[in-house]
């Protein structure tokens, strides 16, 4: 359990911070600014549940601790030393890469496919859905470039690349299942 008693600790003030292994690494570092940019699609999640209701709000609370988990495994680069660990790790799982792929097709069946790109919009949950899944696009690929630097669990690279399909999915469901989607007129300002 985390216990949490002083919010402030002044060990960061020249600029570095600590890995869940105790190694001090540059805040500017690869692995910070990777898991750094999850904390931010969480964020951007407590958002998005502020118009969320039901199932919806269900699955982004669940996404929300998934995100917590990613980012616990992220400051935690020693893999290969997990076993020896005095406190084994978190790492995210292929089941719950598997739970969003399934979330995904659920969703997805309920849908007409799209004949044209979608526009960022149509009610506010569909926009702040929107918001989610272009940062986590960012975080997905802050964090495929650390993997080409440092070992990555690839299990939180896939949950990454699924989650923004899966923010994508959700937000046309927000929009009156596709029917009030915003659709890209190609040229149309011409």
């Known amino acids: ?7 402030y600790t002044k060990t960061g003030d020249a600029g570095e911070t600590a890995l869940g292994n105790g190694a001090r690494v540059a805040k500017h570092s690869m692995r910070v600014t990777a898991y750094g940019t999850v904390d931010e699609v969480n964020a951007t999640v407590g958002l998005a549940r502020l118009q969320a209701v039901g199932d919806m709000d269900a699955h982004l609370a669940m996404i929300q601790n998934d995100l917590f988990d990613i980012g616990a495994d992220l400051c935690r680069p020693d893999m290969e030393k997990d076993a020896e660990a005095e406190y084994p790790p978190l790492r995210v799982t292929e089941d719950q890469v598997t739970r969003l792929e399934g979330e995904i097709d659920a969703m997805n069946g309920a849908l007409e496919p799209l004949r044209s790109f979608v526009l960022p919009g149509g009610s506010a949950l569909a926009a702040h859905l929107h918001l989610c899944r272009t940062v986590a696009r960012r975080a997905e690929r802050l964090t495929v470039e ?12 896939k949950y990454l690349n699924r989650l923004s399909d899966w923010f994508f999915v959700a937000s046309r469901i927000a929009n009156n299942d596709g029917r009030d989607d915003v659709l890209w007129v190609p040229g149309a300002n011409r």
């Open 1 to 7: 359990m985390v216990v949490l008693s002083k919010i």
């Open 146 to 157: 650390l993997a080409t630097m440092e070992h990555v669990n690839p299990a939180a690279v």
